[in-house]
C-alpha cells in the first residue's frame, strides 16, 4: 500500500520513443538507450513514449530534416526558421503539429519531466545540426523540446538521465528534502562558536 502510494507520487517522464528502441527514426531504425534507471522505469510504469514526427503526420521512413539556417526550435515556433527534409520539402507544420501533440500527450499523462534524443530537429535538447545536411552541431532545442520547456517541462537529453533521476528525486521527497535543510541548517547555527 505505501509502495503503491510511492509509485503514484513519482513523476511520469515523456520519453522519444526512440530511445525506446521503437522502429520511428527517419531510418526506420530506434536508438534504444541501455541504461538501469530505463529498465527501472519501464518496470515502475512511468515511460510514457512518443515520436512528435509520427505524431504530426510524418511516415517512417523519411527523409532527414533539419532546422534551416543554424536556428532553434525556438525559431520555428516563433515562426522565424522553417523545418526542412534534405529534399527541399518544408515540414514546419508537421513539426509544430507534432510539438503540440506531445505537449497534449505531456500533459494528459501528468509528465512533469521529458528525456529526448539529442541532436534531432524536434527532439534535440542540446545540440542540433545546422540545417546544411554537413554533420555541422550547434546549441540549442528542437521544436518539441522547446514546446514542451516553455511549457515549464524539465527537458533533459539521453546523457543527462541521472541529473534527471536526482531532479525527480528532489521533487518527489521536496517536502522531506526542505525538513531535512532546516533542521541542518538550525542544528548548524545552534553550534557554540
Ligand atoms: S521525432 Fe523524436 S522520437 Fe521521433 S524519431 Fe525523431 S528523435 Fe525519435
Redesign the pocket.
Known amino acids: 500500500m505505501v509502495e503503491q502510494r510511492r509509485a503514484r507520487r513519482r513523476d511520469k517522464i515523456l520519453v522519444?520513443?526512440?530511445?525506446l528502441g521503437l522502429p520511428?527514426?527517419?531510418d526506420g531504425k530506434g536508438?534504444a538507450l541501455d541504461h538501469a534507471l530505463m529498465d527501472r522505469w519501464r518496470e515502475e510504469g512511468r515511460l510514457v513514449a512518443?515520436?512528435?514526427?509520427?505524431a504530426g503526420g510524418l511516415p517512417t521512413p523519411r527523409p532527414p530534416a533539419e532546422i534551416e539556417g543554424g536556428k532553434t526550435g525556438d525559431d520555428v515556433l516563433d515562426g522565424r526558421a522553417r523545418v526542412l527534409e534534405k529534399t527541399g520539402r518544408d515540414v514546419t507544420a508537421e513539426f509544430i503539429a507534432?510539438a503540440d501533440l506531445a505537449f497534449r500527450e505531456a500533459r494528459l499523462q501528468s509528465c512533469r519531466f521529458a528525456l529526448?534524443?539529442d541532436g534531432?530537429p524536434?527532439?534535440g535538447a542540446g545540440f542540433l545540426y545546422d540545417g546544411f545536411f554537413s554533420g555541422t552541431r550547434h546549441p540549442g532545442f528542437g521544436v518539441?523540446a522547446a514546446r514542451l520547456s516553455r511549457a515549464g517541462i524539465h527537458v533533459f537529453t539521453q546523457t543527462e538521465i541521472e541529473a534527471l533521476q536526482r531532479r525527480a528525486f528532489y521533487q518527489t521527497h521536496k517536502g522531506r528534502c526542505n525538513t531535512l535543510n532546516l533542521l541542518h541548517n538550525f542544528h548548524l547555527k545552534s553550534i557554540p562558536i
Not at 16 to 19: I, K
Not at 50 to 54: D, L, Q
Open positions: 522519444s520513443a526512440c530511445l520511428v527514426r527517419y536508438k512518443f515520436c512528435p514526427e509520427e507534432g529526448l534524443i534531432s524536434s527532439c518539441t
